[in-house]
């Protein structure tokens, strides 16, 4: 009567731990009533189930870490998605532009005009070209190890050359009111595309002339 007393009592927590585990509790272990009447296989069971909660336990904690770094690895694609469509947005925007101007057959375009446009694509051509070759540093930029050229810069030259990759100005005016040349040591190509996404925020929020 004893055994089957003391056999009856260490199955029961071992059907509460069992249960405990079904419903995500994976730190509940069982301790079973041990003395003279307790059978070795229910002792060896009792250690075997402990040893299996723990493990579980363990991946359980792994597998929450992997989901939370996975879950920022899909937030760091979807940002770099976004950001890489806006960046590559501006000059394939002028390339086309300039293109299908140059392609017109219904006006007439002045060598001087044609030079400009030319030129200008063949700019934002190389400027696309260094941009994905970027994608490529994303290494980098993890890890903070990103580098790049630092040249001397004509800060108003850029900013007429920005104003001219711009298509659409939602009616806004911009005027440049420093006439004299400020140079300044920066990356050219990330300087301006700084300034064309300043230039059409600006055109796009704001209500009024924006003035620089």
Do not use: W
């Not at 003395?35 to 299996?52: C, D, G, R, V, Y």
């Not at 960046?87 to 030079?115: A, C, F, H, N, W």
């Amino acid at each position: 009567g004893l055994y089957t007393y003391y056999l009856y009592i260490n199955l029961r927590q071992l059907f509460k731990g069992i249960v405990a585990i079904s419903k995500g509790n994976y730190k509940r272990k069982i301790r079973f009533l041990t003395n003279i009447f307790t059978p070795f296989e229910i002792t060896f069971l009792a250690l075997e189930f402990n040893k299996m909660v723990y493990e579980i336990n363990v991946s359980y904690r792994k597998l929450k870490e992997y989901n939370q770094e996975l879950k920022l690895v899909n937030e760091f694609r979807s940002n770099l998605v976004d950001t890489v469509s806006h960046e590559l947005r501006t000059p394939l925007t002028s390339i086309m532009g300039y293109t299908s101007r140059l392609l017109r057959q219904d006006i007439e375009i002045d060598e001087d005009v044609k030079i400009k446009s030319l030129k200008i694509i063949k700019r934002q051509s190389e400027r696309l070209s260094r941009m994905v070759e970027d994608l490529l540093v994303i290494p980098d930029i993890e890890h903070s190890n990103l580098k790049f050229e630092v040249e001397k810069i004509n800060l108003n030259e850029l900013i007429n050359d920005s104003l001219t990759l711009i298509k659409d100005f939602k009616n806004h005016n911009f005027i440049i009111k420093n006439k004299q040349n400020f140079f300044i040591s920066s990356n050219k190509d990330r300087l301006e595309q700084v300034l064309i996404n300043l230039i059409e925020n600006a055109s796009k929020y704001s209500a009024v002339d924006f003035q620089k």
